[in-house]
């Protein structure tokens, strides 16, 4: 089945620090990553995404990269702000046919906190 | 973009009374909208698929019954939560699949459901 593994947390760090959460997955197919964000009491919002190997989704100074290979969607960030706390999940999603995506298989969430 | 709107944010009642949340796709007509439940820090658990028109597919484990789902038109799914206990208090999630998105879902904010 599919599956999606991320790095325990929480991570705590400081203002500037910098980031990483990695995350690996299994799937039968070939799928597409994405990493959400959800800010406490609200629902998810996408972050950044990526559709095939080697390509590098970014957004807000947030990246990440389809490594194939190495079964991996690792998220990189070169300096936190107090804002950026969050639970980020990492996911996947198969494609359904055509352009349409399947459903979406969540990792466990990964709890970021940034200090002044 | 695409906005999903999910109704009420907070609801707190008896065990025993049955609880309805609402989810509105706003800009886009939604054939697809998908319930998950997520418990304390932890990650998203799919509950069920909703289809308009036809009936929700439930994934394994959630009781049709207990959480009764109906997608009677393009922009709205709703979620029964019938004779709800304290174990059913969660906080849960819809989402909304737009077929003119590079998005597989769009997620509306949540539902912080309490029992006492």
């Known amino acids: 089945g599919n599956s999606v593994t991320q790095m325990e947390g929480p991570v705590t760090l400081s203002e500037e620090a910098f980031l990483t959460i990695n995350c690996t997955y299994t799937a039968t197919g070939y799928p597409s990553l994405f990493w959400y964000v959800q800010y406490p009491g609200e629902g998810l919002q996408l972050l950044l995404k990526a559709t095939k190997a080697d390509d590098k989704g970014s957004n807000k100074g947030f990246e990440a990269t389809y490594r194939k290979e190495t079964t991996s969607f690792h998220l990189e960030k070169g300096s936190v702000q107090v804002s950026d706390s969050a639970v980020y999940f990492c996911?996947?999603?198969?494609?359904?046919?055509?352009?349409?995506?399947?459903?979406?298989?969540f990792g466990q969430g990964t709890i970021l906190t940034v200090h002044p | 973009g695409a906005v999903v709107s999910q109704h009420p944010s907070r609801v707190i009642c008896k065990s025993g009374t049955s609880v309805k949340i609402e989810c509105r796709s706003l800009?886009?007509?939604?054939?697809?909208m998908f319930w998950y439940r997520q418990f304390p820090k932890q990650s998203l658990m799919l509950m069920a698929t909703?289809?308009?028109?036809?009936?929700?597919?439930?994934e394994q484990g959630v009781e049709k019954d207990k959480f009764l789902i109906n997608h009677a038109s393009l922009t709205l799914s709703t979620l029964t939560v019938t004779s709800a206990h304290p174990e059913d208090s969660s906080f849960y999630i819809c989402?909304?699949?737009?077929?003119?998105?590079?998005?597989?879902?769009?997620f509306g904010d949540g539902t912080r459901l309490s029992i006492l």
């Open positions: 909703s289809n308009e028109g036809s009936k929700a597919t439930y």
């Open positions: 996911a996947l999603s198969l494609n359904a046919g055509g352009t349409s995506y399947g459903k979406l298989t």
């Open positions: 989402s909304a699949r737009d077929p003119g998105s590079n998005q597989p879902q769009h």
């Open positions: 800009d886009f007509q939604a054939t697809t």
